[in-house]
T-cell receptor, first 114, second 114 residues
Framework: AQTVTQSQPEMSVQEAETVTLSCTYD???????LFWYKQPPSRQMILVIR??????QNATENRFSVNFQKAAKSFSLKISDSQLGDAAMYFC???????????FGEGTQLTVNP | EAGVTQSPTHLIKTRGQQATLRCSPI?????VYWYQQALGLGLQFLLW???????NRGNFPPRFSGRQFPNYSSELNVNALELEDSALYLC?????????????FGPGTRLTVT
């Protein structure tokens, strides 16, 4: 069974600084998708960024970028120029190409200090 | 474009009762997923419906059931409620075969069992 692990329960960053959230996963599949979701206090899950395993190029969405290391099964999220609105719980998630379900990590609570 | 909607926002039930939660997917999406987010247990996959049929089921007892209607909206039913069913229930939708791997979430229904 696929598993997703986020080893940092909490992280903090100063406003305008850069922070990296870690995620590792385990799968025997060669093709799959990885995501980072953000869950602010409102509890609405928001898709931040996605990565297809067959693509070697790391995904980027504005201030958010990933470091995808397929051989190491690592998928970290880098947030540049952190803003107060980035404060939230961040979840790493995995799904197979069939899209049958998302498997989530335990989450990392990010605090942004002014 | 309207996002995924869920109703009710909050639901309070007594142990042993039945709860019905509703979800309307993004227009054009055919797949609906249900997840449970209980305190201390993270996000757990419950059910996946596509084109009116149950496609996959998580590790939950049969008293968790649901259905998908011809307009692709969905209901989650929880029978014989137990105290540990208290959680945030999240619904997500995704497009058809071409984009099934990307899921967009609704705001959730907070179920409290007393």
């Amino acid at each position: 069974a696929q598993t997703v692990t986020q080893s940092q329960p909490e992280m903090s960053v100063q406003e305008a600084e850069t922070v990296t959230l870690s995620c590792t996963y385990d799968t025997s599949e060669s093709d799959y998708y990885l995501f980072w979701y953000k869950q602010p206090p409102s509890r609405q899950m928001i898709l931040v960024i996605r990565q297809e395993a067959y693509k070697q190029q790391n995904a980027t969405e504005n201030r958010f970028s990933v470091n995808f290391q397929k051989a190491a099964k690592s998928f970290s999220l880098k947030i540049s120029d952190s803003q107060l609105g980035d404060a939230a719980m961040y979840f790493c998630a995995y799904t197979e190409t069939s899209g049958s379900r998302l498997t989530f990590g335990e989450g990392t609570q990010l605090t942004v200090n002014p | 474009e309207a996002g995924v909607t869920q109703s009710p926002t909050h639901l309070i039930k007594t142990r042993g009762q039945q709860a019905t939660l509703r979800c309307s997917p993004i227009s054009g999406h055919t797949s609906v997923y249900w997840y449970q987010q209980a305190l201390g247990l993270g996000l757990q996959f419950l059910l996946w419906y596509d084109e009116g049929e149950e496609r996959n089921r998580g590790n939950f007892p049969p008293r968790f059931s649901g259905r998908q209607f011809p307009n692709y909206s969905s209901e989650l039913n929880v029978n014989a409620l137990e105290l540990e069913d208290s959680a945030l229930y999240l619904c997500a939708s995704s497009p058809g075969l071409a984009g099934r791997h990307e899921q967009y979430f609704g705001p959730g229904t907070r179920l409290t069992v007393t």
